[in-house]
């Protein structure tokens, strides 16, 4: 079986259902102003990354003490 790999968000793989829902919203009439657009799924990996990213860019602000 798969190792799952510990830096998980969730802790686990995904599952079937877990990609319903992006595949159904482009389809859907909620949609219907959305175009050109990526969703990932991916356990938060993005978010994780321009977060990460974000707070190393802050953290070389000089501030005022």
Known sequence: ?????QDLLL??????????????????AA???VTA??????????ARQIFTDATAHWQTIPRDE
Do not use: H, K
């Open 1 to 5: 079986w798969l190792a799952i790999p």
């Open 11 to 28: 802790s686990r793989m995904a599952r079937p259902y877990d990609m319903s829902g992006p595949f159904v919203f482009p389809a859907s």
């Open 31 to 33: 949609a219907s102003y």
């Open 37 to 46: 657009v990526n969703i990932p799924v991916d356990d938060g990996y993005t």
